[in-house]
């Protein structure tokens, strides 16, 4: 790889303006050290073409399952690593339901010395459990997990049931300045239910999860966190109602940030057809009506980050009858063309979106420094080709699993080069 | 017509397809008169009755149905007490796939298990009742039961009564019956009404409202108060005094000359009385003796390995 | 009719009336002191013949004739590869069938595989007396040893040639004809 590298004839991508610009970009080292409409001398440069290309920073996602320790048949952190660069993210943000659950500094210390050792090592983070193996009852070692490197507590996969012990758990949180991440239902409402509670489920003749289930449990966090002044992150909001909630909430100035995910802007109920499991999660696919008004809500603003829940698990267990099936697909690799494909190819919004929602914003949530093409920033971008297509059959994949609705399916876009500091991780 | 290879719910049946079906029944009900009542239509072939969840009447409906086409027909024994999942089932399919067994009638407490059987075989997979989901069999021969009362089913009027909310029956007869052209009503406590039906469909929350309605056939359904693990209705009795068919209410269909339906096995006490059980326009005995004539046509049309079941 | 086709009239309206008639009296004379004659038709125009032949029979004040039809679909030896489903018309026997005299009808008897599989279905509907066989058009080509007792008409056509028989009841009209296919296989 040459030191210096000129990134020729790229639409630049930014999250300040749905407008790309024409510009050439000269890396060298791990610094970008120009950016102009055109870079005429740059002696001893290798010239990469990129006219037709999208230059963008590189993605940052904040809710992401590596499934290490414990569960290492459906994925771990090196090939979480290795499906993130496919997909053009350079970081992200492990969840705590593994097992054992990360709830104490020895697991936080663990996985973060697994994640030193893939290409992406110093982007890899991860959250700790609230509460005792993610029981709802005890509080996790939250001090310790913190001084180990851990940047957000969350039970994710469970809500915390028991608000009192919500409450101190935000209390002591508060002090550490650690945001708390809910994953918001009311496991009652919720009951057996393996989809949402509408009139598909009624047709399949499946328990429904109710879209109350998750409205209720966002305005109950809501109000906690503002009783206690915590940072509240909302996981992967499903719901129109939950998102006004939030959106009131801003409005009156209590801290707190929220979540989409791709899926639940793509997919609805009626996507589960025969009862493919490879469109069963948690929070379950809802509306067309709910896509609509979440699509909104992302144009509008009123999403902080876009975060794929990417969930791994094994052909074996998807390949069950829907209501035993585990819940969730993988999301790493799919995300941003997924994303270009349904949206930004029809003009339903633009580069921006991506670059603040899942590139800058993830990062400021934990304090990190964006990455934006400009002279003197660091070299993390992606150059992703419009023209070409990506399908994503299981040689493509570097994720160990392959539930993703778009399995053996081709999608508009491809991401062909990934640049990290001194390196190219990927390049086609 | 065309042969489908797995018969799974109503839903992704033609109209075409609902009319072969039906109308082949009539010519297999003949079969019935006849001292030999049987067919060399399957000879050779094996149907094999697959169910998770007991049934006498349905599994032997199956048996009676495909030895008089002249199949041969087996039981697969599961154990009822085992807590059965997915992967369980599929290593079932694959033992059944090696014996190399032409149909298999399933029925799972579980929504689903039909289809996922049916994706992973080449035999025909005929659904016999899958948790809440569909009763395809069922419905069709209701349908045929209607029709052969009342001819021209177009515009007549259903009601169905009962646990809407978890009837399979509900789903699949009120759909066929639909696409056959009548009007179909529910009537059900609020706690086991589902909130998004086809909005065709009215709703009625008492007995007074429902019969303001006129319905020609009243459809009772099956409480199965064991089956139901949260607070639906307070008790059997108050179910029986303010949804069932009181006596009371009998006498009133026996006036307006309404007819009655039941997918059987009936709660008696709770859907229905023991006198009710006599009502002279009680059409069960019929639902049962046309369940063979139906499951004969359907078995006549199903072939394994033909393109497709589902839509 | 096809391009690659060709059509020739065997017999027209009268034609074939007359072919009946000569079918009811043949039968009329062999089954003389019968004491009851049934005529069953074989799905779909071995019906409409039955029905003829037992207007001639009673026009000839023969016997007492008895009418039933069968569906043969379920009997065929070839049901299983046949890419269609067909639909069942039903089998109408509403006389008992033990002890009686049965002329099974039918337009054609070509391969005899239909006849084979309506003598199978006949017996399980009880024992006949006896059996024969009356058919309009007897053409070569059999495929199992089964004769008519009664022929209309022996035709002597060649392997690419079918036989067609139209009764106005079924078809809107009375002909016999014969196509010719000169298309290459």
Not at chain 1, 319 to 326: E, G, H, I, L, T
Not at chain 1, 329 to 336: D, K, Q, W
Not at chain 2, 49 to 77: G, K, Q
Not at chain 2, 216 to 224: C, G, T
């Amino acid at each position: 790889m040459s030191n210096k590298r000129l990134y020729r004839g790229a639409s630049i991508a930014s999250e300040d303006s749905p407008k790309l610009t024409r510009a050439d970009v000269l890396v060298e080292g791990d610094r970008i050290i120009g950016v102009a409409a055109k870079i005429e001398k740059a002696e001893g440069a290798e010239v990469i073409d990129c006219s037709g290309r999208i230059l963008m920073p590189a993605m940052f996602d904040i809710h992401v399952h590596a499934r290490e320790p414990g569960q290492e048949e459906k994925e771990n952190i090196a090939t979480c690593a290795e499906a993130a660069i496919n997909g053009g993210v350079t970081g992200f943000v492990m969840m705590p339901n593994t097992a054992p659950a990360i709830d104490n500094a020895g697991v936080v210390r663990g996985v973060l010395e697994s994640a030193r050792r893939t290409r992406i090592g110093a982007g890899i983070y991860t959250t700790g459990a609230i509460t005792k193996g993610r029981n709802g009852e005890e509080l996790a070692s939250i001090a310790g997990m913190k001084a180990a490197g851990a940047v957000m507590l969350t039970d994710d996969g469970f809500p915390v049931d028991n608000p009192q012990v919500l409450r101190r758990a935000m209390e002591y949180a508060r002090d550490f300045d650690l945001p708390l991440a809910s994953h918001c239902e009311v496991k009652e409402l919720s009951g057996k239910g393996a989809m949402h509670e509408g009139s598909v489920s009624y047709a399949l003749g499946l328990h429904g999860i109710p879209s109350i289930s998750e409205e209720i449990c966002i305005a109950r966090d809501i109000r906690l966190a503002e009783y206690t002044g915590v940072h509240l992150n909302i996981q992967h909001v499903t719901t129109a109602l939950g998102m006004e909630t939030i959106k009131r909430a801003k409005d009156r100035g209590i801290r707190v940030t929220c979540e989409i995910a791709p899926h639940h802007l793509i997919f609805n109920h009626e996507d589960i057809g025969s009862y493919d499991t490879h469109y069963k999660m948690n929070p379950p696919l809802r509306t067309k009506e709910d896509n609509a008004a979440l699509l909104q809500g992302l144009i509008d603003g009123w999403f902080d980050v876009i975060a794929t829940d990417h969930a791994p698990h094994t052909e074996f267990e998807k390949n069950q009858d829907f209501a035993s099936a585990p819940f969730g697909i993988t999301g790493l690799e799919t995300a941003l063309p997924s994303l270009y494909d349904y949206f930004i190819s029809k003009g339903i919004f633009g580069w921006d979106v991506i670059v603040k929602r899942y590139s800058a914003e993830p990062r400021r949530i934990f304090k990190l420094p964006p990455v934006p093409i400009v002279e003197g920033g660091a070299a993390e971008f992606i150059v992703f080709n419009p023209e070409r297509s990506t399908r994503f059959d299981r040689d493509f994949m570097k994720s160990k699993s392959v539930n993703t609705p778009f399995l053996d399916k081709e999608l508009k876009g491809m991401v062909e080069r990934v640049v990290y500091l001194r390196e190219e991780l990927l390049s086609r | 017509m065309k042969p489908r290879k797995d018969l799974l719910d109503i839903q992704s049946l033609t109209d075409e397809e609902i009319e072969f079906v039906l109308e082949n029944a009539v010519p297999f009900k003949d079969l019935f008169r006849r001292s030999v009542k049987k067919v060399p239509t399957l000879k050779g072939r094996t149907m094999l009755t697959l169910f998770y969840e007991p049934s006498t009447r349905t599994r032997s409906s199956f048996e009676v149905a495909a030895s008089r086409l002249s199949a041969d027909v087996t039981h697969f024994d599961v154990e009822s007490s085992s807590v059965v999942k997915g992967e369980s089932v599929l290593d079932t399919v694959e033992t059944l796939e090696a014996m190399r067994v032409d149909y298999i009638v399933v029925r799972h407490k579980q929504a689903g298990i039909p289809n996922l059987i049916a994706k992973n075989t080449a035999a025909s997979v005929i659904n016999a009742g899958d948790g809440w989901h569909a009763h395809p069999t069922q419905a069709l021969l209701d349908g045929f039961t209607l029709r052969e009362v009342f001819k021209d089913l177009r515009g007549a009027r259903c009601l169905i009564a009962g646990d809407i909310q978890h009837s399979r029956v509900a789903r699949s007869t009120s759909l066929l019956l639909r696409r056959l052209g009548m009007n179909v009503a529910y009537l059900a406590p609020g706690s086991l009404m589902p909130r998004e039906i086809p909005r065709e469909i009215p709703q009625f929350g008492n007995w007074t409202d429902a019969l303001e309605w006129k319905p020609d056939v009243v459809y009772l359904l099956r409480v199965q108060s064991e089956r139901l693990d949260e607070p639906f209705f307070p008790s059997a009795a108050e179910y029986h005094k303010n949804y069932g068919l009181t006596d009371a209410r009998v006498q009133i269909l026996r006036e307006r000359g309404i007819y009655l339906m039941h997918p059987g096995p009936v709660n008696r006490g709770v859907e229905i009385t023991d006198k009710g059980m006599d009502y002279e326009k009680s059409l069960i005995n019929q639902q049962v003796e046309n369940g063979i004539a139906v499951r004969m046509s359907v078995l006549y049309w199903l072939r394994p390995g033909a393109q497709g079941g589902e839509s | 009719m096809s391009p690659d086709s060709t059509q020739r009239l065997l017999l027209d309206k009268a034609a074939m009336a007359g072919a009946i008639r000569r079918l009811a009296e043949e039968i009329c004379e062999k089954n003389k002191g019968a004491r009851q004659l049934a005529l069953v038709g074989i799905h779909k125009r071995g019906v409409p013949l039955a029905y003829r032949l037992a207007d001639e029979l009673r026009e000839l004040k023969c016997t007492d004739v008895l009418i039933g039809t069968i569906d043969i679909t379920q009997y065929r030896d070839d049901l299983a590869m046949m890419k269609m489903v067909p639909k069942l018309e039903g089998s109408d026997i509403p006389f008992d069938i033990d002890d009686a005299q049965v002329v099974l009808c039918d337009e054609v008897i070509f391969t005899a595989r239909s006849v084979r599989a309506a003598i199978d279905e006949l017996l399980d509907h009880g024992r006949p007396a006896r059996v024969q066989l009356a058919v309009l058009i007897d053409r070569e080509g059999r495929e199992f040893p089964i004769q008519a007792d009664y022929v209309g008409l022996h035709v002597k056509v060649g392997t690419s040639e079918r036989v067609f028989v139209r009764f106005e009841e079924v078809d809107g009209d009375d002909a016999v004809y014969v196509q010719t296919s000169t298309a290459v296989k």
